[in-house]
């Protein structure tokens, strides 16, 4: 008993430390952080591209909570410009990855060095090695685009070509007994193409390799062109390889071979004696901070969303983190929030998302009508995808930018289910069900397949949802529905072919995009605007209370302890969290899975 007692106490003060001293040593933290040191009259800066990359930043300040937070493109962008007006920083010092960088964010990144490096200011890059992982030779291009290209000794250039390898299932499937009962609108609609087939079909085949050699083909003509080469010259020097980082330098594909520490120190001794090398994210946390999100005069709003769409809102989840997807009411909520605003002239829709649920697209598309029946042009900025519901929510718009390499289109649905009934019997398992109503009611159990009247009521559902969409993108697009379904058939298309076929405005990135904003407002492009976030970033006091989903007597209990342990601002921002707790509204699952782009 006396044991017992006092592991009850253990885990009883667990809870108390958990609970009460965890939140409040947070609050305190967020409280008495301070602001980032300004960075020094000479400044190197060094970006890492080696670690992960998102296209945005999350709203949420403690998005990433506990682990290192990736840079993200849309950041990357901002901060090389503030630093081109920087008088301090002085040149940049950018660490290639070894691979796997998206190439629609390496168009995005190539850009900004370019422009950085059109501000007279020198940019070095350096790699410890390339090797063929992912699909683009996105990597290299990064590379080529700085003043010059170092590589560390003995490393390894293997630039050669993309690969992409499938994994197909069916043959598994068949023996084990399972069944993938889908339908597809239409042939180039080929997610689940794995599970239906032990091969490429014609279609997919077609597909993939048309947007992988779109993909390959454009960077490589990017890096000729900063390489200041032949585009075939450089594509069969590359071809030939793998190349040691000495074969490189003696083929012209790299400038010079060192050291990361003597690439920085080249910079910094042309920088000046008593330039220092400054990390990226905390220059970048120095002058965004008090970059301003509001003001007077006209602005211009940015909304971002970037994941999975997906019905919802993202103020349900945990504050210590957000969500991975694109919540629609968020993101509907932000266009209508952006329309009311007298000071928003336009908006630059950020999207990047490989697709979702229709009726979240909807919902997010339903706000971009808003917005523009409000006299707000909405120009779509399209980031690594913008494919299936990526592309719904951006076919109305009022204009739609794309990088080269950007994955788009796909415009078409698949739905269906996983048949396990048979195999489960295989081992004595069996799965029975009752229903009470229509025979589609027992539609999507995953005992046995479709009846044929089940078949052909979901056929009917994706031909409806197909429907719709070629309708948004016809109306949207300025096509007739004949065209949109000649280029349509779920086929994914790269942004250079995208733009060839009219489904794409122009090639470029947010810049690009935040110039025609500010033209089909009538705006001055020679003067700067207001940019406002929508919805805004979020405070590490509302994260907190959102995250604890304290109620007003637990926040006090708090207070009384901040008090107690003498720390006025604690206290302070434990008496502004104590307002009614938001409240937790349940979601109930549906029975039968959302048709999916």
């Given amino acids: 008993m006396k044991q017992f007692l006092i592991t009850l106490a253990g885990v009883f003060a667990g809870l108390i430390l958990f609970f009460v001293g965890l939140p409040f040593l947070l609050i305190v933290m967020a409280a008495g952080a301070s602001r980032p040191a300004p960075p020094p009259a000479r400044t190197v800066l060094e970006i890492d591209l080696r670690q992960g990359i998102a ?13 290192s937070r990736p840079l993200s493109v849309m950041s990357i962008v901002q901060t090389l410009h503030r630093a081109e007006q920087d008088d301090r920083v002085k040149a940049l010092l950018v660490r290639v990855p070894e691979g796997g960088l998206p190439p629609a964010a390496a168009d995005e990144i190539r850009g900004a060095l370019k422009a950085f490096r059109a501000s007279g200011k020198r940019v070095i890059a350096h790699s410890q090695g390339i090797y063929p992982f992912g699909v683009s030779s996105a990597a290299y291009m990064v590379g080529a685009a700085a003043d010059e290209f170092w590589m560390q000794p003995n490393s390894s250039l293997q630039v050669t070509g993309v690969n992409v390898e499938d994994t197909f299932l069916k043959r598994a499937f068949d023996k084990y007994g399972l069944q993938a009962d889908y339908q597809q609108r239409y042939e180039y609609k080929n997610a689940v193409n ?88 905390e220059y970048k946390a120095s002058v965004l901070r008090g970059a301003r999100s509001g003001g007077g005069g006209p602005a211009i709003a940015v909304i971002q969303a970037e994941g999975a769409i997906e019905t919802g809102s993202d103020k349900h989840s945990g504050g210590f983190g957000s969500s991975s997807g694109i919540k629609s009411d ?45 006299g707000k042009p909405v120009v779509v900025s399209m980031g690594t995808y913008a494919a299936s519901g990526g592309y719904w929510i951006s076919s109305e718009a009022s204009e739609i930018v794309a990088q080269p390499t950007t994955l788009t289109g796909s415009i078409g649905v698949f739905g269906g289910k996983f048949v396990i009934g048979p195999a489960l019997a295989r081992f004595g398992i ?107 970033p979020e405070s590490a006091v509302e994260a907190l209370r959102r995250a604890l989903g304290v109620s007003s007597a637990s926040v006090k209990t708090l207070a009384a302890a901040a008090w107690v342990m003498g720390d006025p601002r604690a206290q302070t921002i434990l008496d502004t969290l104590a307002e009614t707790r938001m409240r937790s509204e349940g979601r109930a699952a549906a029975l039968a899975p959302t048709p999916r782009f």
């Fill in 194 to 281: 794995q599970y239906l087939y032990s091969d490429y079909t014609p279609a997919h085949r077609e597909a993939e390799l048309g947007w992988m050699t779109s993909i390959y083909t454009s960077e490589l003509a990017a890096a000729a062109a900063d390489r200041k080469m032949p585009f075939q010259i450089l594509r069969a020097t590359l071809e030939a390889g793998p190349w040691g980082a000495e074969d490189a330098k003696a083929r012209r594909l790299i400038d010079r071979t060192g050291q990361a520490e003597e690439a920085a120190a080249a910079l910094q001794r042309a920088a000046g004696d008593d330039a220092k090398l400054v990390d990226f994210a």
């Fill in 330 to 374: 968020d993101v509907a909520k932000a266009f209508y929030d952006a329309a009311k605003d007298d000071a928003v002239k336009a908006i630059v829709f950020r999207v990047s998302s490989p697709g979702g649920s229709d009726t979240a697209s909807e919902q997010i598309l339903a706000g971009v009508r808003a917005a523009k029946a409000a």
């Fill in 55 to 67: 296209d945005q930043e999350p709203a949420n300040p403690f998005a990433g909570f506990g682990v």
């Fill in 430 to 536: 069996d799965l029975r069900d009752l229903t009470v109503g229509g025979t589609y009611a027992s539609a999507f159990n995953s005992a046995e397949p479709f009846t044929p009247a089940q078949r052909a009521q979901v056929s009917n559902w994706m031909d409806r949802i197909y429907a719709g969409f070629v309708d948004r993108v016809a109306r949207g697009r300025r096509l007739s529905h004949d065209q949109v379904r000649q280029i349509a058939k779920g086929r994914v298309w790269t942004g250079e072919q995208a733009v060839r076929l009219g489904l794409v405005d122009k090639l470029g990135g947010y810049d690009l995009a935040l110039r025609e904003a500010k033209a089909k407002a009538g705006l001055d492009p020679s003067k700067a605007v207001t940019i406002k976030r929508y919805p805004g």
